[in-house]
């Protein structure tokens, strides 16, 4: 190592000593600087010189040639291209400092075995007139400074196994080679008028179409590009037009329209999408609509960054294979404007009109207006990276009507049907983003671990009970954030209703006002949720709580703290608002034995799994229930349908009635039926046990016939009717 360190050095050290020594003297430098001039000034005459004499020799000697080559050039392109080639005339010229070229009756025509298909012309064009670029010597490519094609017949196939043929030249996959785009971007001036397109396909099902270029014409320099297009289609009984005007970015592949920045418009008007769709294997398919669409967008490096794009259309049918549901629409107005922010493209609904053709609705017409919908691609273009909807407010029934008629799978169309969702949403920001990973295939949208957030005021906001268990609401207000992780829902809402749920066993429940702030975060593939300050508010009770609940799983059960306070409630409905997760034989106790009454400052606490309430010894947890009762009725037990009698009702009862996880027990200070009075009253019942024995014991004092009048239709003397009947007691 030392040793090539010290040649190294010995080298540098000759080196510098060499260039101190070697000094042009004073004499020598006027020499120096003629023999530099005279060679320079050589080097310019020759390479003049062997220019004039290259245009010289191809101007008076090859290309001369090229006319008297006609069957050389037809076997070589023949070769080249895999097709027969055949020219009627070649005539050469120059213009200017160019060659110059018309070509009459260039014919293409397949070199099948099959007789009738190489009779068959692919490419017919009578007459070609161009000049050629220098460039075409050392691309060794067609390069044209001007060309004009003019009457030309062009046939274009696409077989069995998807591969298209243009002229019987086969064309390469999509996106796999932009060399076609880059060769007509790099020609000068090219006018091409009066096309005939004849289409066959013949990869699902054989069909044929036609269209026409009545005129195309594009001008290229270095960067700047500009083309326009008059086309006739069978499609469309007026003529589409397209023009634009666009630079690429310096230094940058030319044939990306993601370098471009500039404009493009077009006009399409009268476009049968019935006829278009049948032509092509697209899975939608149309029985009436006229389409018409123009606009200008602006590029800019990929994105579309302004412009406007106008949509309409008139009894327009539309229906998907393999669904069962169709898009009927009597009229469409729509108007877009495309926006771009960092890696998102934007496209804006100004402005969405519709009437529904269905017969199911009115023909109302439905307008949506300032949503913006965002998406980006990942690099490799296969998939959307990322999604995001915005809008200031959004009708949710006119956005169910159009989309229960799109392609939607049928248990999602099920559920948003049965939903029915109603109300509007404020303040929409819906943002999906998929993280990168393998994506081989082409697909709209990856579901493979997606990133979901959402945020929204929701305004009287409401759908129905559905198979999916979901409450049903009406009138729901408030403020919306959530992702996949974690949300909140700040609730502030006055006169809703709960409808049929799964949540309390009272159904069509009026609300005045409820409120609460509930917030939900995912850990350890269970979902916390907990929900404060909750206040709900109607005619019937006035409840105060707080909630915490964690799903559960397989190794851990689910678990519920709630405090909750009554100030108020009429005794009758409390069974109705209370947690339809607590034991239905409590429930039902509840509900036949509270009658009537006022309830004041009542207390519900729970804590452990819903789903084993009431707990008992054998069953940990803590569920307690105090109610006060005031003027109230109530029955020592339900009727029972297997039982013959029921337990009268007490009246203008006050008391308390109490649950300590299993074990009920109601005191009664003081109570009346008929004209006995009834004190000291204890009822108690244990719910754990397979059978729930109630025990009740108290004072009673009034007439003796009212008490017996009493006795005997309950359970335990009903059996004995006949005989109570027959007795008759005096006194007190």
């Known amino acids: 190592m030392l040793d090539n360190v010290r040649m190294t050095g010995r080298k540098t050290l000759f080196s510098i000593n060499w260039i101190k020594r070697f000094k042009v003297q004073p004499h020598i430098k006027p020499k120096l600087l003629k023999f530099a001039k005279v060679s320079a000034i050589s080097l310019t005459i020759a390479f003049v010189v062997s220019i004039a004499l290259g245009q010289i020799a191809i101007r008076y000697w090859i290309w001369p040639q090229i006319e008297t080559k006609k069957t050389q050039i037809e076997q070589f392109v023949s070769n080249s291209l895999g097709i027969q080639v055949s020219i009627g005339e070649i005539h050469t010229s120059w213009v200017d400092l160019r060659p110059a070229f018309e070509i009459d009756n260039l014919t293409f025509k397949s070199l099948s075995n099959n007789q009738v298909e190489s009779k068959k012309s692919l490419l017919e064009i009578p007459r070609i007139e161009g000049i050629l670029g220098w460039d075409t010597i050392w691309r060794l490519t067609p390069s044209f400074y001007q060309l004009r094609v003019n009457k030309a ?25 932009s060399s076609g785009l880059h060769w007509l971007l790099d020609q000068r001036d090219l006018n091409v008028s009066n096309l005939e397109v004849d289409i066959l396909d013949q ?12 005129q195309f014409t594009t001008t290229n320099s270095k960067r700047e590009h500009k083309f326009n ?8 009984s007026e003529k589409i037009t397209a023009e634009g005007q ?12 993601q370098n471009w920045q500039g404009d493009i418009s077009w006009n399409v008007s009268q476009f049968n999408l019935a006829k278009f769709l049948s032509a092509t294997h697209l899975p939608i398919r149309s029985t009436s609509g006229i389409l018409n669409t123009n606009g200008k967008v602006y590029l800019n490096d990929g994105k579309l960054s302004d412009g406007q794009i106008n949509i309409n259309a ?16 009597k009229s469409l107005n729509a108007e877009f404007t495309p926006t771009a922010e960092g890696s998102l493209q934007f496209l804006q609904i100004k402005n969405l009109t519709w009437q529904d053709a269905s017969e199911k609705v009115t023909h109302q017409i439905n307008n ?13 273009g296969k998939s959307i990276a990322t999604f995001s909807v915005l809008s200031k407010n959004i009708s949710l029934p006119e956005i169910h009507d159009l989309v229960s008629q799109l392609p939607l799978p049928v248990k999602y169309l099920k559920y948003l049907n049965e939903l029915n969702p109603q109300g509007q949403l404020n303040n929409l920001q819906l943002r999906w983003h998929q993280p990168p990973g393998d994506s081989s295939a082409l697909k709209v949208i990856s579901y493979d671990n997606p990133q979901l957030s959402l945020s929204a005021d929701l305004k009287d906001v409401g759908w129905d009970y559905s198979s999916l268990k979901i409450p049903g609401f009406k009138g729901l207000n408030g403020q919306l954030h959530t992702d996949l992780e974690k949300g909140s829902f700040k609730l502030s809402t006055k006169n809703a209703i709960l409808d049929k749920n799964e949540i309390i066993s009272r159904k069509n429940t009026k609300i005045d ?13 269970q979902w916390e949720i907990n929900a404060k300050n909750v206040v709900l508010n109607n005619e019937d009770i006035l409840i105060n709580a707080n909630i915490d609940y964690s799903t559960g799983s397989e190794k851990n059960p689910s678990h519920l703290s709630l405090d909750l306070s009554i100030p108020r409630a009429k005794m009758g409905e409390l069974a109705g608002y209370l947690p339809k997760s607590i034991d239905s034989e409590v429930l039902n106790y509840l509900s036949g034995t509270l009658i009537a009454g006022d309830i004041k400052n009542a207390q519900l606490k729970i804590r452990g799994n819903p789903e084993k309430i009431p707990y008992s010894s054998n069953i940990p947890g803590r569920f307690e229930i105090i109610v006060p009762i005031e003027n109230g009725t109530f029955k020592p037990s339900p009727k029972l349908a297997t039982e013959i009698g029921e337990w009268p009702a007490f009246e203008k009862l006050n008391g308390l009635v109490k649950m300590n996880n299993s074990e009920l027990s109601v005191e009664i200070n003081q109570a009346s ?30 007439l003796s016939q009212d008490i017996l009048n009493y006795i005997s239709k309950t359970p335990a003397l009903a059996i004995y009717s006949s005989i109570t009947k027959e007795l008759a007691l005096t006194g007190n």
């Open 153 to 177: 017949d062009i046939k274009i196939t696409r077989d069995q196994s998807g591969q298209w043929f243009v002229a019987g030249i086969a064309m390469p996959e999509p996106n796999s080679n």
């Open 246 to 257: 666009f630079q690429h970015s310096f230094l940058s592949n030319k044939a990306n329209w």
């Open 513 to 525: 006002e409820a409120s609460a702030d509930i917030a939900w975060v995912k850990k350890n593939h």
């Open 673 to 702: 039926f008929k004209g006995a009075n009834i004190s000291n009253i204890k009822s108690s019942a244990d719910f754990s046990k397979d059978i729930a024995i109630l025990n009740l014991e108290g004072n009673i004092d009034g």
């Open 368 to 380: 949506v207006n300032n949503i913006s919908f965002g998406w980006a691609f990942p690099v490799d």
């Open 229 to 236: 297009l008059a086309a006739i289609s069978s499609w469309s």
């Open 314 to 329: 008139a009894n327009l049918n539309i229906f998907w294979e393999k669904q069962k549901n169709s898009l009927n629409l």
């Open 203 to 214: 990869h699902d099902k054989t069909s044929s179409y036609q269209f026409a270029i009545e």
